[in-house]
């Protein structure tokens, strides 16, 4: 069982920073890949970033160059960096774990079986 809680989202102009974090508990060692997803109204769920227990990453291509996940394994804990927001950004995000080990992770959001509640992050145009 892992258990996961997002903070740090809130409302910013475009152009701001937002640093969102996901609190990890349970059995950590289980979170071989971990993510982040977003889900605007009326859309499908995406992946944002992911990052593997390696510490490689991955990014949606709408994001890269502006967003940055990483992770404090002392502090259990999962970061998303996000600069230069801009107002298609805005949608409520979740951070993720897959809780098996593969080589590569995946950006399939079905993949994913510990999810936290989201924390909403909403850019004015």
């Known amino acids: 069982q892992v258990q996961l809680v997002e903070s740090g989202g809130g409302s910013v102009e475009a152009g701001g920073s937002l640093r969102l974090s996901c609190a990890v508990s349970g059995y950590t060692d289980s979170t071989y890949c971990m993510g982040w997803f977003r889900q605007a109204p009326g859309k499908d769920r995406e992946v944002v970033a992911t990052?593997?227990?390696?510490?490689?990453?991955n990014y949606a291509d709408s994001v890269k160059g502006r967003f940055t996940i990483s992770k404090d394994n002392a502090k259990n804990t999962l970061y998303l960096q996000m600069n230069s927001l801009k107002p298609e950004d805005t949608a409520m995000y979740y951070c993720?774990?897959?809780?098996?080990?593969?080589?590569?992770?995946?950006?399939?959001?079905?993949?994913?079986?510990?999810w936290g509640q989201g924390t909403q992050v909403t850019v004015a145009s």
């Open positions: 993720a774990a897959r809780g098996s080990w593969s080589y590569r992770c995946s950006s399939r959001s079905a993949q994913y079986i510990f």
């Open positions: 990052i593997h227990s390696d510490g490689s990453t």
